[in-house]
């Protein structure tokens, strides 16, 4: 079911029936949240007068990523990038995408996102498996630093392997931040009381969404920039991207 092999000069793990590439993330214990240090960062940034004006939502719905708190995060194995529309459709034959520019490009799940989760052999991540992901052992605004994220660091499209390993964080995961992705977790806002072992929240109603800056594009001014940040978390109201997780294969 599962071939170990490189990818890109990294180890990774192909799932033979599908084809879709997962990455390995070691296991370890992070601060998962929206820290002061982050906040002062995205403020530093606005100080700088090349930051839009409409930063007050953000700072308002801070507290949707808060408290900051330590995780233990057990080793998982997570898509190298969120399921294209060629991979659904190998789960999904007759499924179209309206959003989706060539077959190669980040699927977008609507009304056939119940049916995918059905039918795939994996499962979502939990949102604090996510963002340990994300962060890739950085405390930073992204996985490249406290700079504000500029259109290039949007990847939806994955055809292309050189675009691809250029976009690839420290755990060799691409297009983190792009293409809004669904979690495991139901939507609570906030961290009061959550796990510290990173497993999901579950219950009724959304789920909650990480990432979604290509979702915006061409960027209007409106700080879209923000859907790149690791912490930056919201409901999930309509279609979105999947990037399955699984448990890591026995060798041997």
């Keep these: 079911m599962w071939n170990e092999e490189v990818v890109a000069g990294r180890p990774a793990w192909r799932h033979t029936a599908s084809g879709v590439v997962f990455r390995e993330v070691p296991g370890g214990t992070y601060r998962m949240g929206l820290s002061e240090a982050e906040l002062a960062a995205v403020r530093a940034i606005e100080r700088s007068g090349d930051a839009e004006d409409t930063l007050e939502p953000f700072f308002a719905a801070a507290a949707e990523a808060q408290p900051v708190r ?11 990038h969120p399921l294209t529309v060629e991979q659904v459709q190998h789960r999904l034959p007759d499924y179209e995408d309206d959003y989706a520019d060539a077959d190669s490009s980040a699927a977008r799940l609507e009304d056939d996102l119940d049916e995918l989760l059905a039918a795939l052999p994996f499962r979502l991540p939990s949102e604090a498996e996510w963002e340990y992901a994300a962060r890739a052992g950085t405390t930073t605004l992204t996985f490249r630093g406290d700079g504000k994220p500029g259109e290039d660091q949007l990847l939806d499209d994955f055809g292309a392997e050189d675009r691809i390993a250029a976009a690839e964080n420290a755990f060799g995961l691409a297009g983190v931040g792009s293409a809004n992705e669904l979690c495991a977790d139901v939507w609570i806002p906030g961290f009061a009381d959550a796990p510290a072992d990173a497993r999901p929240r579950l219950g009724d109603g959304p789920r909650v969404v990480r990432g979604g800056a290509a ?38």
């Design 70 to 80: 330590e995780v233990r995060v057990e080793p998982f194995l997570i898509a190298r």
């Design 215 to 252: 979702d915006l594009y061409p960027w209007q001014g409106c700080d879209e920039w923000l859907l790149l940040l690791a912490a930056t978390r919201y409901e999930h109201s309509q279609f979105t991207a999947v990037r399955p997780a699984a448990p890591v294969p026995p060798r041997g």
